[in-house]
């Protein structure tokens, strides 16, 4: 695992990130969260389960994997749940992690970067190409177009992805998510959510997405200040994001640092 950065400006925003969202808030639609020494074992709709923690505790290679496997005990007694998501950071301290969750069938997934700044920093007037117009979503018929596209751009087949019921699941229990479109010409080219997050001074920035064919024009970063201008609205200090290495950049330009990575394991039944 790497160490914190150096920066005392990430530092911050790292602490941050740390005491406010890595706890119930990072949660909130949740069906059921059971806590086991440090780790919330989270149940969500769709049979999945995910763990999370504020941090280890100080456990030994020996107690995490003690961890790990009454974790994967827990979600297995439940026949509902197909899959698990193992949320690691690469700031924490966990002796022995990776070996124990890969051992115990869990895969890892390509890292991510944990990418905070302030709201006002991506509130920016972007102009976007002809044609191009944004919008906020609430109808069902729109929210399964940009599911239908999201899946298409992430190779995923839509017509088998679960995507569109679970963001329409999560609608009805976090009233507060605002989904984004940039559309052309009648059809959705870029699409992501604002959630913020209650209790904090923090929204997320999630579900980044935007056809092939209009990327490096302006329009995923002219959706990302629009979120922007809609959190700042609701009195979000902070925007927070995993990025992969398409968005980093475009977030990095807009003011938002690198403060950690996360990489999740996945194991499936």
Do not use: N
């Amino acid at each position: 695992m790497s160490t914190p950065p150096a920066d005392t400006h990430a530092t911050s925003l790292l602490a941050a990130y740390d005491d406010q969202l890595r706890t119930d808030a990072e949660t909130p639609s949740a069906l059921s969260v059971t806590r086991l020494g440090p780790l919330r074992l989270v149940t969500f709709t769709g049979g999945r389960g995910f763990v999370t923690y504020r941090d280890l505790g100080g456990a030994d290679e020996g107690t995490i994997r003690g961890f790990v496997a009454s974790t994967l005990a827990h979600f297995r007694e439940d026949a509902e749940i197909a899959r698990v998501e193992w949320k690691t950071r690469g700031h924490d301290v966990a002796p022995g992690l990776h070996d124990a969750l890969v051992d115990h069938g869990f895969e890892p997934d390509d890292p991510e970067s944990i990418m905070i700044g302030e709201t006002r920093s991506l509130v920016a007037d972007v102009a976007l190409p002809d044609g191009v117009t944004l919008r906020r979503v609430t109808a069902e018929a729109d929210v399964r177009a940009m599911s239908a596209m999201a899946d298409e751009v992430f190779g995923d087949d839509p017509a088998t992805s679960q995507h569109a019921e679970q963001i329409l699941r999560r609608q009805e229990r976090d009233p507060e998510m605002e989904l984004w479109v940039a559309e052309a010409d009648g059809r959705m080219i870029s699409a992501g959510r604002l959630e913020p997050v209650v209790g904090t001074q923090f929204a997320g920035l999630w579900g980044g997405c935007t056809r092939p064919e209009w990327r490096g024009r302006g329009v995923y970063r002219a959706l990302t200040a629009a979120r922007a201008r809609s959190a700042l609205a609701r009195g979000k200090t902070y925007v927070h994001s995993d990025s992969t290495e398409f968005s980093r950049p475009i977030l990095e330009r807009s003011g938002l640092v690198k403060v950690s990575t996360t990489t999740p394991y996945e194991w499936r039944r």
